[in-house]
């Protein structure tokens, strides 16, 4: 296990580039599988989620060329149905293969995902959709198993607005004769850079980005270009690494548009934030402002950024409080912060966050990626040196850690 030392208290100071979205690019990667002609993608970030994800594709057939810049992915021909158990347990989203597979073959073959350390992550939406549009699905020795002759499109209510099932149910569509709707839909940005790239494809499918899509299936879909979005996550953890050093970040390659639950709640504590086109400039000086924080579906505030700004709110004047409402076990990161001198309590699914003046360093170890990005954070901000142990975590959603964070002041260097 590779681990961190980190020096804290260095103001940081400069610019930092956000890179392309490691939740974009998963569903992008998996529907590169619909197309009848190689698809190149652009921005792509090389992490180790999205090195997961070129490892199904090539499992099932399809041929990735990587030339550093863009990733190319030629899956006319496929030769496989099936996900691995490590691949499945290695990384959730492997789950994004079943939409297309069924399109394209009829046929798709997953592991039951098992627990997950932020919560239980049921499939029961991807499944009931998938069955709507007339799939035969099994659950088989631990594999869900997923069969159909033709497709036909149908009118599907999802009972949460998941991320992942509006994905899956958008490129399984692809394959559906006539009509779906995708009715209480997850409407992140994310959606609309998938569906931006089926169009591209040639799909015909409008809507996303509000609760209804509506997908016309069995258009003839090929290869595309497509660049993908910036990391709306990854720069929001920058924005409070300014905030958490006192320093003055300018980030690039924003969307501001996606960014503003992130930006009104680091204003609302107190810093400087200046918008532009593509970049979001954030200054801070002084007291932290504590808050109210309560996780909700896009356009509310992301639980991605959850425990990155549960991180701030430990050095924050007075008492904030946290509400966790998508995920049921999503404040691992709680006692890691606590070891630092963090005084957080927990009740139920809100913990109340009593700030204090200063962190201390500590050895301290991530337990997922976005609890690992909170604890990055705090020590950044901390009066001594940190060990942050697990950094593999990390590198599942952030490319170029170390290097980015060096080149505007950072002191931290990786230890094996
Ligand atoms: C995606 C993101 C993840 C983010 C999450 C919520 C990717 C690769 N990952 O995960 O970073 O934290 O969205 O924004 O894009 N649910 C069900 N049944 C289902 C599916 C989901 O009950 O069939 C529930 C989940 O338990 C959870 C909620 O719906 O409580 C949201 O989950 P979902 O949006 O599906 O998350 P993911 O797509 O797994």
């Known amino acids: 296990m590779n681990r961190y030392l980190i020096n804290g208290k260095q103001r940081l100071e400069g610019q930092i580039t956000t890179s392309g979205s490691k939740n974009a690019s998963l569903p992008l990667l998996a529907a590169t599988l619909l197309g009848m002609g190689e698809s190149t993608l652009k921005k792509i970030p090389r992490l180790s989620d999205v090195e997961h994800m070129v490892q199904v594709l090539k499992s099932l057939g399809a041929k990735v060329e990587d030339d550093g810049e863009t990733l190319s992915i030629d899956a006319r021909v496929l030769t496989g149905i099936s996900v691995s158990e490590e691949c499945m347990r290695q990384m959730r989203a492997s789950n994004l293969i079943l939409g297309p597979l069924l399109a394209r073959l009829g046929e798709a073959r997953i592991p039951l995902p098992g627990g997950c350390r932020i919560g239980s992550r049921p499939m029961d939406q991807h499944l009931k959709g998938l069955a709507a549009l007339g799939v035969d699905i099994q659950e088989t020795h631990g594999y869900i198993e997923a069969k159909v002759k033709r497709m036909r499109g149908a009118d599907i ?92 970040l300018e980030i690039d390659n924003v969307i501001p548009e996606h960014m503003s639950p992130i930006i009104a709640k680091t204003k609302q504590c107190g810093a400087e934030v200046t918008v532009n086109n593509s970049s979001i400039r954030v200054k801070h000086t002084g007291a932290i402002n504590p808050m109210e924080i309560k996780t909700l579906s896009y356009p509310g505030f992301p639980t991605d950024m959850q425990p990155q700004f549960m991180a701030l709110m430990t050095l924050a004047q007075g008492t904030s409080v946290v509400t966790e409402t998508i995920f049921e076990n999503r404040f691992q990161h709680v006692d890691e912060l606590r070891r630092m001198g963090a005084k957080i309590s927990v009740e139920g699914r809100s913990a109340i966050v009593h700030g204090v003046e200063r962190l201390e360093g500590a050895f301290v170890e991530a337990t997922d990626l976005r609890a690992g990005a909170a604890l990055f954070l705090a020590a950044l901000a901390a009066e001594e040196a940190s060990v942050l142990q697990n950094i593999e975590y990390i590198f599942r959603g952030y490319e170029k850690l170390e290097e980015k964070y060096q080149a505007v002041g950072g002191k931290l260097q990786r230890m094996v």
């Open 157 to 248: 209510y999802f009972d949460v607005p998941s991320v992942g099932a509006t994905e899956n149910l958008m490129m399984a569509a692809m394959g559906a004769d006539g009509t779906t709707l995708l009715h209480n839909a997850a409407r992140e940005p994310e959606i609309i850079d998938l569906q931006n790239m089926l169009t591209a494809m040639g799909g015909k499918i409008i809507g996303a980005g509000t609760a209804t899509i509506r997908i016309e299936g069995r258009q003839p879909l090929w290869g595309t270009e497509y660049t993908v979005i910036p990391d709306r996550i990854e720069a929001g953890t920058h924005m409070l690494a300014a905030v958490m050093t006192q320093g003055d």
